[in-house]
Every structure is written in C-alpha cells, then in structure tokens.
C-alpha cells in the first residue's frame, strides 16, 4: 500500500490494533492467565453474558461498544478484534485487494437474527461457530496444543484462508453476526466517512484498498454500515478525497422484499421458540457421550449452552485436564488420564468469558462435586494411594484392605483415579454438580 494522503489517522489505527492484537493473543497462550480478562471485556463475549446472566458489567460492555459503533463507526473490527485483524493479516500474505463487492444484507440480517434468537434461549449453539473471538482462541489454542489438538479446531482457519483469498472480508460484512449489529449501529450515525464529490477524481484506488468492498469509486458512495474505519481509503487517496462528514441519519424506508425477508426471519425465529428450549438445545449438544464438566459449570446442558469453546479455560487448566471438543466429546471436557483437577486451582472459573463457568471461590471450587468415584475392586492392588491422595478425604484406607469409598465427601476431582497404579477407579459424570 503507497501512501498518497493523510496517512495519520492510518497509522494511529495500525499502532493500536498491534498492540491490542498481541495482548489478546498472549490472552489464549499458556502465560497470558493475567490478560484473560480482556476477552471478557468484547462484545460477543458480553452479549452471551447479557442473555445467559443477565450480568450488569455485561450490559454496560454491550452497551458502551454500540454506542461506540453508533457515534465512531465499526472501527472495533478492525482495532479490537482479533479474528478480523487475521484476516487482515492473511489478505496482506496473499496481496488480496478486494474492490467492490456484492452487498448482501439479507444474507447477513438473517444470521443476525437466527443468532440472536438462539441466544434468547440461552443457546450459544450458532455462536459457536460464528463468534470471531471463539474462532480466534480455537486457533490459537489449537496450534499451541497441536499435538493433542484434533483437525476440526484448524477448520475455522482454513475456511477463513478461503474466504479471505476469494473476497477479503467478507466474513466480517457477510456472516459475523458481531460485524452486523455494529454495522447497523454505523449505518444510522450522524458522523460519517463519505467521498467528496467535489474533490475526488476518481481514480479507483480507495476501491482496491479497500478490504470490506465497502466503497463504490464510480459512484462516488461509501458504505458506513460495511466500513470497519480502517483508513486506508483516508491513507491512499491522492487528492484527500474521503473524510468524516456529518449527516442526516438515515431513514428506514423498508422495500417489499425487506418486508418478506423480515417476514420469514421472524417465522423462523417464531417456530424456534414454539418448539422451546428442548429443541435448541438438542441442536447445541450433539453430546455423543456425557462429558464432565469443569467446577462452577451446574449441569451438563447448561455448560453446553453457554459454552463458545473459545478455548480459554483448556489453556489456563492447571492440572492441564481440560480438553476440546473431539471424536468422543462434542463440547469441552474433563479427561483425567493425565492428571487431576488441582485442588487450589479455579483458573477456568476465572477465565471464561461466557459466564459458561460461573465465578467461584476457591472454598466453593473445592466443594464442588463435579463427578463421582467408581470402583473396580476385582482390579484394586489395596495398594492406598488413592486414600493418601484424596483431598477431601472420601477415601478410608487400612493396610492390606480394600479401601472403604464414601460418596458423600467425593467431589471427582481426579486425584485417585490419576494416581490409580491399576486403573482400578474411574471418575463418571453426573447430571448436576452441587456442594458437598
């Protein structure tokens, strides 16, 4: 990109979005517990709160990011989020430039509105897949733990690579239901970025740069609702064509087909809550086998619910127990063949930016039940390490005996089954936690 205008106000954008781009993805490494908190403070994050919580701190994050989008334009897509600024970054690796592309706000409102009719039930199921945070943490986490990691979390990075290549972001003008409520928010401002008509020459080049398709140099129109204030249009253009206007707010003259597709969305979004809570759930499981899940979760089908599977509690998990969905497991999960769930550790409390796990104290983590102890004695040695292991003492041991389990001082953390030299005890899932 050469620099033929004001390339200020470009330059103050990319400096912020380095900055804020790195804190968040140190959020989703191994040693960026400390920066976990800044998920919490975006918006798809929020929102999910909002419905499933109805947290105050929430509400006032939503509310501060719309208005922000209402009085600035969308600029949060491409300063704070970071799944935008990697599209960003793989459209600048294949010398990607977008021009003008197809308006598609059908496309878009209907995501919008299956989504946000989900999310009134308290369902994150299409979130899931949509928010761009969760996408993000997906692939981080996913090359972090590669290993381990199963192929479906690298899908979001190879469709995103695809879509990116064939338009840029179109993701972001097209799909992401957190782009859309933004955008709307942009499209009714009074302040808007706008090409003079008087000045520019049209010359084009504003067109390629830039990436959402946003501009129309033939006709001399710039889209604010798809414009995610990137400045690169303010950055390039020779003649200082393209600046912040102030406008009359646009009004809502709705077409006939903008009143049928309205009319459908809404019938769709009718027949979701007509058939209740049990079918948006049944689409949001997929459970193929009952998961346990972390402490401060409640029950299986309210942690799948909520949960976005951004990835956050799985990289801070000290005990290093969490997982990712995988061919066993469609929703995070416990596993215990590696370790234990430590006993002073509350990190995915902490973390989650969902509300998926409530905020615990560590006096409530450790009297939670998560699960529960089984025994099998035909394969127990009365070796005891399971009775010295155990933290709270569920566990009576006399040498050369078998040990003596009580269920009603279990939590499942873990601790016995991990030491278990013969694998003769295993931890099984419960339908709601509680405290002991």
Same mark, same amino acid.
């Given at each position: 990109?050469?620099? +033929? ?9 990319? !400096? ?5 781009? =790195? ?33 105050? =701190? ?18 949060? @897509? ?15 690796? *294949? ?46 986490? $996913? ?5 381990? %990691? ?27 239901? &957190? ?63 393209? %600046? *912040? ?10 077409? +006939?087909?903008? *009143? ?25 499981? $997929? ?26 509690? &799985? ?38 930016? !969902? $509300? ?11 009297? @939670? +039940? ?13 070796? $005891? ?52």
């Amino acid at each position: 990109m050469k620099f +033929r205008g004001n390339k200020k106000p470009y330059i103050i954008r990319i !400096t912020c979005t380095i900055l804020l781009f =790195t804190l968040e993805l140190l959020a989703f490494l191994p040693a960026g517990k400390p920066l976990a908190g800044l998920i919490q403070f975006n918006l798809a994050p929020a929102a999910a709160r909002v419905i499933t919580d109805f947290s105050i =701190t929430a509400i006032i994050i939503v509310g501060i990011n719309l208005l922000a989008a209402f009085f600035f334009g969308r600029f949060y @897509c491409s300063v704070f989020c970071p799944f935008g600024i990697l599209q960003d970054i793989v459209g600048t690796f *294949f010398r990607r430039k977008t021009g003008k592309t197809v308006n598609l706000p059908y496309i878009r409102y209907t995501v919008l509105a299956i989504t946000f009719s989900f999310m009134l039930l308290g369902v994150t199921a299409v979130l899931r897949f949509l928010d761009p945070y969760s996408n993000f943490g997906n692939i981080v986490t $996913g090359f972090v733990n590669i290993k381990t %990691s199963s192929f479906a979390v690298f899908i979001p990075l190879a469709i995103i690579i695809v879509l990116v290549i064939w338009k840029n972001r179109i993701f972001c003008t097209t799909i992401c239901p &957190v782009g859309t409520l933004l955008g709307l928010c942009s499209k009714f401002s009074p302040k808007k970025l706008a090409i003079s008509k008087d000045i520019c020459k049209g010359c084009g080049v504003c067109e390629r740069e830039c990436p959402t398709g946003a501009i129309n140099s033939k006709e001399k129109e710039l889209d604010n609702e798809r414009c995610i204030r990137c400045m690169r249009c303010i950055a390039v253009c020779p003649g200082d064509g393209i %600046s *912040f206007v102030t406008k009359e707010k646009e009004k809502f003259i709705p077409s +006939r087909r903008t *009143f049928i597709t309205a009319g459908l969305v809404t019938a769709a979004a009718v027949t979701v809550f007509a058939k209740g809570k049990e079918l948006a759930l049944a689409i949001a499981e $997929g459970l193929k086998k009952r998961p346990i899940c972390p402490p401060g979760a409640g029950s299986v089908e309210d942690f799948v619910q909520k949960c976005t599977n951004c990835g956050l509690c &799985v990289e801070h998990c000290k005990g290093k127990i969490l997982k990712k969905p995988n061919e066993e497991y469609s929703t995070v999960h416990i596993d215990f063949s590696n370790g234990k769930c430590e006993f002073d550790c509350k990190n995915c409390s902490e973390v989650c930016p !969902t $509300g998926a796990i409530r905020k615990i104290s560590l006096a409530e983590k450790q009297n @939670c +039940r998560i699960g529960l102890a089984k025994f099998n004695y035909e394969k127990c040695t009365k070796c $005891g390490l399971c009775a010295a292991k155990c933290p709270k003492g569920a566990i009576e041991y006399q040498p050369g005996k078998q040990p003596v389990y009580l269920a009603s001082k279990c939590i499942g953390c873990g601790a016995c089954e991990s030491i278990c030299p013969s694998g003769a005890i295993e931890i099984v899932a419960i339908n709601t936690q509680s405290q002991i």
